[in-house]
């Protein structure tokens, strides 16, 4: 079945790197997004990464892709206040018409 | 190039009104998404629209939602005799084309509809 799950918090020291982890079942993926929604806001596409791909770089984020363990993950470096937001993964599926699958979001906290 | 857009931004209806919410996509695009966030929640895929059909509605309620995106204006997402469990912000994507490949959705600010 279609599920993407996430861990719902994760805090962080300002200047420290962040990763936030995901995990998903269906394997007929195209590809893999990383969204981030800050407050009564709407979302915003940080990255995306093609399911046959491991591994992307944007400047501060790095996202991995293990699909054997059907595992995602996003590396932001220098995290910085202002990167304090919910981020979401969520995926898009072969023949299922570009709609997005979403996870329940991580919410980030970056203290001083 | 505005982007997406939706009005209202925030909605208040009582019990068994009726809620009308408005997407306009970005400008070339005539693919619409509705995603639903209910509170402490991720978006949940409602219905994808190209102009004048409905390609999939598998996310939609049975009974008092129905979505539209005609020929001309915005795509309506309607919510006939809301209940308190509607409360939730809705969020509208556009994309220019549907297909194999990368496809980039563009999300609007979402419309916060409360339910009293």
């Known amino acids: 079945g279609e599920d993407v799950e996430q861990s719902l918090f994760l805090s962080v020291r300002e200047g420290d790197s962040s990763v936030i982890n995901c995990t998903y079942t269906d394997s007929s993926s195209t590809y893999l997004y990383w969204y981030k929604q800050e407050p009564g806001a709407g979302l915003q596409l940080l990255t995306y990464i093609f399911s046959n791909m491991d591994m992307k770089q944007d400047q501060r984020l790095t996202v991995l892709l293990n699909k054997k363990d059907k595992h995602l993950s996003l590396r932001i470096a220098d995290t910085q206040t202002g990167d304090s937001a919910i981020y979401f993964c969520?995926?898009?599926?072969?023949?299922?018409?570009?709609?997005?699958?979403f996870g329940a979001g991580t919410r980030l906290a970056v203290h001083p | 190039n505005a982007g997406v857009m939706q009005n209202p931004r925030h909605l208040v209806r009582r019990r068994g009104q009726e809620a009308r919410l408005r997407c306009s996509p970005m400008?070339?695009?005539?693919?619409v998404y509705w995603y639903r966030q209910l509170p402490e929640e991720g978006l949940k895929f409602m219905v994808y629209?190209?102009?004048?059909?409905?390609?999939?509605e598998s996310g939609m309620p049975k009974e008092r939602f129905s979505a539209e995106f005609p020929k001309e204006g915005p795509s309506i997402l309607r919510i006939q005799q809301v209940v308190r469990g509607d409360s939730a912000a809705y969020f509208c994507?556009?994309?220019?084309?549907?297909?194999?490949?990368?496809?980039?959705?563009?999300f609007g600010p979402g419309t916060r509809l409360t339910v009293l």
């Open positions: 629209l190209q102009k004048e059909n409905i390609i999939d």
């Open positions: 400008k070339g695009h005539s693919h």
């Open positions: 969520a995926e898009t599926l072969s023949g299922g018409y570009n709609k997005l699958i």
């Open positions: 994507a556009s994309s220019p084309r549907q297909g194999g490949g990368y496809n980039e959705q563009f």
